[in-house]
């Protein structure tokens, strides 16, 4: 079935590093989202990129879709301990009979060493 | 608040026993669906609706979990004779009826079944 997949699953770095994490799709994706969920939170909408080949910035998050729209990325400079959370990417499959279900990854859960 | 509303957040309830939860979204959206986390695990898509209509199960949602959107506003889903695999987080979310559109998630249920 249809799969995506991040990695890596856990990311510990220290505070003000960047690191860059992957969402990887087994078919094209019409869309990816990001996803951030707080622990015992629930997840929280950060962006939708749509475009081949898009870059978007929010602050220290810069996101990326593949220009085969099969993978994404997220990449996060001067991590701040705010930034504590699980991350998810997930994809909305290319129209396929209508369907409008989000296919999330597993997540990678972000902690910060302050 | 205008956000996507759930109730109860939390249930706890002994095996075979059934129980329902309720979704309110937000007020414009027409679409609804119904997510199952568990820990360490993105949500998983159970069901959606436009409107009234329930367009798309998933084989996730066996024939003891039942939902509807009856006046095409909030949502109720039940599961009838609980089993300990059915703990989890539900989430609900909506999203207007454009396709690909951003989904905004409500605080979630959280059931856990002894």
């Known amino acids: 079935g249809q799969q995506v997949m991040q990695i890596p699953q856990y990311q510990h770095v220290q505070e003000g590093e960047d690191f860059t994490t992957y969402c990887n799709s087994s078919t094209t994706l019409s869309n990816i989202q990001w996803y951030k969920q707080r622990p015992g939170g629930h997840p929280g909408f950060l962006i939708q990129l749509v475009k081949s080949g898009e870059v978007k910035k929010q602050k220290r998050l810069t996101f990326q879709f593949g220009e085969a729209k099969k993978n994404s990325s997220l990449h996060i400079t001067a991590t701040q301990t705010t930034d504590v959370g699980t991350y998810f990417c997930a994809g909305h499959l290319l129209p396929q009979g209508g369907s409008e279900k989000l296919v999330f990854g597993k997540g990678m859960k972000l902690t910060v060493n302050p | 608040d205008t956000g996507v509303s759930q109730d109860p957040r939390h249930k706890i309830t002994k095996r075979g026993q059934n129980v329902t939860f309720r979704c309110d979204p937000i007020?414009?959206?027409?679409?609804l669906y119904w997510y199952r986390q568990t820990l360490g695990q993105g949500p998983e898509f159970l069901t959606y609706f436009q409107n009234e209509a329930q367009l798309e199960k998933s084989r996730l949602l066996s024939d003891r979990f039942s939902a509807e959107r009856p006046k095409g506003s909030f949502s109720t889903l039940e599961i009838q004779r609980t089993e300990q695999g059915d703990s989890a987080m539900y989430l609900c979310?909506?999203?207007?009826?454009?396709?690909?559109?951003?989904?905004?998630f409500g605080p979630g249920t959280r059931l856990l079944v002894l």
């Open positions: 007020s414009e959206h027409n679409r």
């Open positions: 979310a909506s999203s207007l009826v454009t396709p690909g559109e951003t989904q905004y």
